[in-house]
């Protein structure tokens, strides 16, 4: 079967400090795969989307940035995070019209 | 940009009740799909309904789709406890490759015991 995993579940960084949030999926292959950022009460906001290995695009110029080192693996990053990059993250795959999500991680930059 | 905007944001009723959402949006689509979010948890597929569908069900589930109008509905029958959560309306824009869903707002529906 199909699935999704996307961890920490949580995370609390200091300003300044580096990131890696990392989505597997299981299951399928060669999906599209999506980061979403979600603010408290708010809709979903697309970051970045992959179509392929090392095929990234980006929806939204931010200190954030992606890579697909492998087929079913995608991570998202940042070198030096802000406050700003507080948030809900949600990681989604799709080989059709329905999307199937991570469980998220909520990241809290103090 | 958001695609569709849910209507209304936040929604409060009681156990047994119907709830009515609504979702409008501003382009062409090929489908239209309803999600629902519990508190701090990732997005769960409800129900898919084509551009050529006009009204679809899954068991408490229905939903309307009006091409003229740009609009959709989701109605959940009979409410519990259990449906409340936030639900997301998303229409496709096309890809070379995929399709990509764009998501509105969500409604934030509390059923109450």
């Known amino acids: 079967s199909q699935t999704i995993h996307q961890w920490p579940a949580t995370l609390v960084q200091p300003v300044g400090s580096p990131l890696s949030l990392e989505c597997t999926v299981e299951?399928?292959?060669?999906?599209?795969l999506y980061w979403y950022r979600q603010a408290a009460g708010r809709g979903l906001q697309l970051l970045f989307y992959?179509?392929?290995?090392?095929?990234i695009s980006s929806e939204v110029p931010q200190n954030l940035s992606a890579s697909r080192p492998q087929d079913r693996q995608f991570i998202l990053s940042s070198k030096k995070l802000l406050l700003s990059d507080s948030g809900f993250y949600l990681c989604?795959?799709?080989?059709?019209?329905?999307?199937?999500f991570g469980s998220g991680t909520r990241l809290t930059v103090v | 940009s958001q695609q569709g905007e849910e209507d209304p944001q936040a929604l409060s009723i009681q156990e047994g009740e119907n709830a009515t959402m609504n979702c409008s949006y501003k382009?062409?689509?090929?489908?239209l799909q309803w999600y629902r979010q519990n508190s701090g948890r990732g997005l769960v597929h409800l129900i898919l309904?084509?551009?050529?569908?006009r009204e679809k069900h899954s068991g408490r589930l229905r939903v309307t789709l009006d091409t003229s109008k740009k609009s959709s509905s989701l109605l959940i029958t009979a409410s519990r406890a259990a449906d409340t959560a936030s639900y997301f309306c998303?229409?496709?824009?096309?890809?070379?490759?995929?399709?990509?869903?764009?998501f509105g707002g969500g409604t934030r529906l509390m059923v109450k015991p």
């Open positions: 299951g399928t292959s060669n999906p599209n």
């Open positions: 992959s179509v392929g290995i090392g095929q």
């Open positions: 382009t062409s689509i090929n489908n």
């Open positions: 309904i084509r551009s050529n569908e």
């Open positions: 989604a795959w799709n080989y059709g019209p329905v999307y199937t």
């Open positions: 998303a229409t496709d824009a096309s890809l070379v490759a995929g399709n990509m869903l764009t």
